[in-house]
């Protein structure tokens, strides 16, 4: 779990923040008001992976040498 409000910034009414993510399948969501859950609408995967909510996917390809 990652605490947005402990470490991102809001910037033109958008949470941001910049974290490093292992290569990988990353599964998310965002939980608003501490009580709903909602997926990313800009992200472009989504899996139903978490009690039937849809939930945002990151893929991040292994770094070539």
Not at 24 to 47: C, K, M, N, V
Request: hydrophobic fraction near 40%; include cysteine.
């Amino acid at each position: 779990a990652f605490d947005w409000c402990e470490k991102g910034s809001m910037v033109g009414g958008l949470w941001r923040i910049e974290v490093r993510v292992p290569a990988g399948r990353h599964a998310y969501s965002f939980l608003i008001d501490g009580e709903h859950w909602a997926h990313d609408p800009q992200a472009p995967r989504t899996a139903d992976e978490d009690f039937g909510r849809a939930t945002s996917v990151l893929v991040v390809p292994e770094q070539r040498s």
